[in-house]
């Protein structure tokens, strides 16, 4: 989604643009004029081959899951790839990498009041959720790389909502909310950016971003009680009206463990019922301020251009997509 997002709107502004694929090619590259390479990030050759006569490397790809069965598949995406990425673009001698990451790195809180800003250092929750813990450490790879003598930024993008989530990140609870599969709320909230704005920001970072920094990219903080609630008028649907009480996290931390245990390809898990109760929320004032990103998509125009995408392909009610 990112990554086709970030190099349309290269190819837009002139840039020769190459791209590393294992799967087929995203739909919003179809007629784009990008030279493919097909490819593993996992093998290093493959990354050699990909980055030769390259100047700048985007590095957006990884893994967002918070299934137990993917803890290995999480380390291995986030973490040894990157450390593949990091150590081809030191022999390929690229001037500047951007390397993708994310405010689960950053971290959350239990407090709506507390706003984590690039300073933050990782707690045990975050140490113990696989996904926001390899993407903390796949930035452990890009700043050893760093101290290498490579040129690299890391971005933190907030939970980014747009067109082309084929994959459904973001999209599968905007399709529930719409298909009235959404009968409560959770109880947190979380950090937001639209795919338009996270691609401006990836390419100011690129531009005018210090090495080694890191810089967030949340355009906005909302609860789950307002964000489904400003979703469902977009939607043209109603919203839910009950929520998760916190106290009711007691209840679910063990019915987690246990489902993880029994089921472990299952959604449920420790790590997503933690989430349901967390605060996601961060500031992005270092990236404002420092790169001029100045984010401008709201979030009901993300939402629309997301379900545009899935009725454009048939995919705004059920059934998987195709890619």
């Known amino acids: 989604m990112l990554g086709a997002h970030l190099a349309r709107r290269l190819v837009e502004e002139g840039a020769q643009v190459r791209v590393l694929l294992r799967s087929p090619q995203h739909p919003l590259l179809t007629g784009v004029p990008v030279e493919v390479r097909a490819g593993d990030l996992e093998r290093p050759a493959d990354v050699d081959r990909a980055m030769q006569g390259c100047g700048t490397v985007f590095h957006v790809a990884g893994l967002v899951s918070y299934r137990r069965a993917d803890v290995d598949a999480l380390v291995r995406s986030n973490v ?97 909310l719409k298909g009235g599969r959404l009968p409560m709320i959770p109880a947190g909230g979380q950090s937001i950016v639209s795919a338009q704005d996270a691609v401006a920001g990836h390419l100011l970072a690129m531009e005018r971003g210090r090495a080694g920094q890191r810089y967030i990219l949340a355009a906005e903080n909302v609860t789950f009680r307002d964000f489904f609630r400003r979703v469902a008028a977009v939607l043209q649907v109603p919203s839910p009206k009950r929520a998760l009480p916190p106290v009711t996290e007691l209840l679910l931390a063990p019915i987690a463990r246990l489902a993880e245990a029994v089921w472990p390809t299952g959604a449920l898990s420790r ?44 995919s705004d009610r059920h059934g998987p997509c195709d890619v």
């Open 80 to 176: 040894i790839v990157t450390r593949n990425v990091v150590q081809a673009a030191l022999r390929c001698g690229i001037e500047k990498l951007v390397h993708t990451s994310s405010t689960a790195a950053v971290g959350w809180s239990k407090r709506p009041d507390r706003i984590l800003d690039e300073t933050a250092t990782p707690d045990d929750e975050l140490r113990r959720t696989p996904y926001a813990w390899t993407k903390r450490q796949g930035e452990e790879e890009v700043l050893g790389g760093v101290r290498a003598g490579l040129h690299a930024v890391i971005v933190n993008p907030a939970t980014i909502y747009g067109s082309g989530d084929v994959k459904r990140n973001t999209g599968a609870a905007l399709l529930a």
């Open 271 to 314: 790590a997503s019922s933690l989430l349901l109760y967390r605060y996601r929320f961060h500031d992005a004032s270092l990236a404002k301020r420092e790169l001029g990103w100045d984010p401008r998509v709201t979030l009901e125009e993300a939402v629309a251009g997301a379900m545009a995408f899935y009725a454009a392909r048939g």
